[in-house]
Structure formats: structure tokens, C-alpha cells
């Protein structure tokens, strides 16, 4: 789902410019297109991230950009992403004063601090917003698992869970970073998320493919 946000800016929707952390084709551009039609924003202000500089230095009109994501879980995608074009903008969004917003479907707290500590930049601020907000309780066999409370019962899952991962991912058994997530979208998979749920081989047949 999307959600509308005018709390975030007092801007009309020319003085905004939408745009995505990952490639053409990605969960990112996805959510954007569905963002801008949610909140009745002109297709125009959709721009590839690899175009925002030249976008940003012909128009005079940005006010804010808005990063739209699907899903922020360790947040080392989510910063460098940011990091770089802040390398190659941030000169003109300096200049002109523009407001950078990250919006996520959802994602954990932590990332949202990795961002925020891991970011270099002369650019004051980057706002973050999370739909859907995770604390530890969403780490699937952490200590403070709202889905295995029970000790035992959760180190029993974890090995399972460990064992066929390593099979499936041998880098990342339990999810990039360690994340241990249990998110899936309706088109996809983060990589954030359990193996086992999304990568399939000879013997192992997912509930969600990850494409």
C-alpha cells in the first residue's frame, strides 16, 4: 500500500521531484509510480536517479526530492545509494535549498540509524520515513522475537532455518546482514528476508520466490 504525506512539506507537487535507490525495473521505481499515483503527483516529477543532477540543475522549481523504497533493512543499500548522489549533487542541492525525503513501505530502526550515522555530507538534513516501522521484536530468532518466544523453541527454528539457508545462500543463510526478516511483497522478496522463504534449488521449493 502507499500512504499520502503532506505533513512532510508544505511544496505543491511541481516543486517535487520522485525518484528511486535502485535501477529501472526494481522494487523502487515500482513504489515510486505507485507513490506518484496515489498522491495525484504529475508523472513528469518521476526521474530516474542517475538523471536527477541534470534534472536538478536545468529546474528551478525543486523544491523537495523524494526517494521512495520498498523496504530499508540493514540500511547499507539505503546509504550508499544516498551517498552517491550526494557525492554528485549535493553542491546543487545545497545551492538551491532542497529537501531530501527517503520514504520506505518499511524498515527496521536500525537501518534507519545506519543511514543517518553513515551518511557524509555538507546537505543539513535527510528526512526518513518508515510506513511500517520494526523494532527488534521483527528479528525472527533474536532474543526479543515476538514469533519464537520461547528460548528453546526458537534455537530449534534457528538451526533449521540456519542448516537449509546455507544450502539455499551460503553468504547469507539468515537474510542480508544477518537481518532475519520475514517481509514479502506481493511481487517480490527482499534478500533482507529468511531463504528459505524465497530461494528454491534441486530439493527446496519456496512459499515466495525472490526473481
Sequence with gaps: TTTKYPQLWDTDSRGKSISYLDGPGKSGARFAKLYIDE??????????????????????????????????????????????????????????????????VCGFETGRRYVEEHLSSDVPEI??????SFDQSSVCFGDQS????????????????????????????????????????????????LPILWEKNREWIPLFRRD
Excluded at 540493514?74 to 525525503?101: M, P, W
Excluded at 528526512?127 to 511500517?132: E, L, P, Q
Design 146 to 193: 515476538r514469533v519464537f518466544t520461547d528460548q528453546n523453541e526458537r534455537a530449534r527454528a534457528r538451526d533449521i532455518a540456519e542448516k537449509k539457508g546455507v544450502l539455499l545462500c551460503k553468504p547469507a543463510p539468515l537474510g542480508y546482514s544477518d537481518s532475519q526478516s520475514l517481509v514479502v511483497f506481493s511481487h517480490n522478496c527482499p534478500n533482507n528476508t
Design 39 to 104: 498522491n495525484d503527483i504529475y508523472h513528469e516529477s518521476l526521474v530516474e536517479r542517475g538523471q536527477l543532477k541534470a534534472t536538478l540543475s536545468k529546474r528551478e522549481d525543486v523544491q523537495a526530492i523524494v526517494f521512495v523504497d520498498d523496504f530499508v533493512g540493514s540500511g547499507h543499500s539505503a546509504s550508499d545509494y544516498l551517498q552517491t548522489f550526494l557525492n554528485e549533487c549535493q553542491d546543487v542541492v545545497k545551492a538551491k535549498s532542497i529537501r531530501i525525503f527517503l520514504l520506505s
Design 127 to 132: 528526512h526518513i520515513h518508515f510506513c511500517d
